[in-house]
Nanobody
Framework: QVQVVESGGGSVQPGGSLRLSCTASGTDFSIYTMYWHRQAPGKQREWVALSTSGGRTNMRDSVKGRFTIIRDNTKNTVYLQMNSLVPEDTAVYYC?????????WGQGTQVTVSS
């Protein structure tokens, strides 16, 4: 059974940093594209970052230059390093492992950016 578990959320002041972790177990982590998504209160879920099995990464424009997605296949883990956080980054952050017909989601971790 595949399990995806996020951790690392919390509360931080504007300008601060957080690093989220997502670990996938029960499958060959290296073959999946790993996504980070987020959902702010009252808004639709949106894609934030991805890391493909081939090592390609991409970020949504609003986080480019502030967020970095880092993948470690030896630890079955993908990280989202978030710097220069702003209140608009407040959301529940979700991790997804995706490959063709297979899609597995974590339960989410809350990130709150507030002074």
């Amino acid at each position: 059974q595949v399990q995806v578990v996020e951790s690392g959320g919390g509360s931080v002041q504007p300008g601060g940093s957080l690093r989220l972790s997502c670990t996938a177990s029960g499958t060959d982590f290296s073959i999946y594209t790993m996504y980070w998504h987020r959902q702010a209160p009252g808004k639709q879920r949106e894609w934030v970052a991805l890391s493909t099995s081939g090592g390609r990464t991409n970020m949504r424009d609003s986080v480019k230059g502030r967020f970095t997605i880092i993948r470690d296949n030896t630890k079955n883990t993908v990280y989202l390093q978030m710097n220069s956080l702003v209140p608009e980054d407040t959301a529940v952050y979700y991790c997804q492992a995706w490959r063709r017909e297979d899609s597995y989601w974590g339960q989410g971790t809350q990130v709150t950016v507030s002074s």
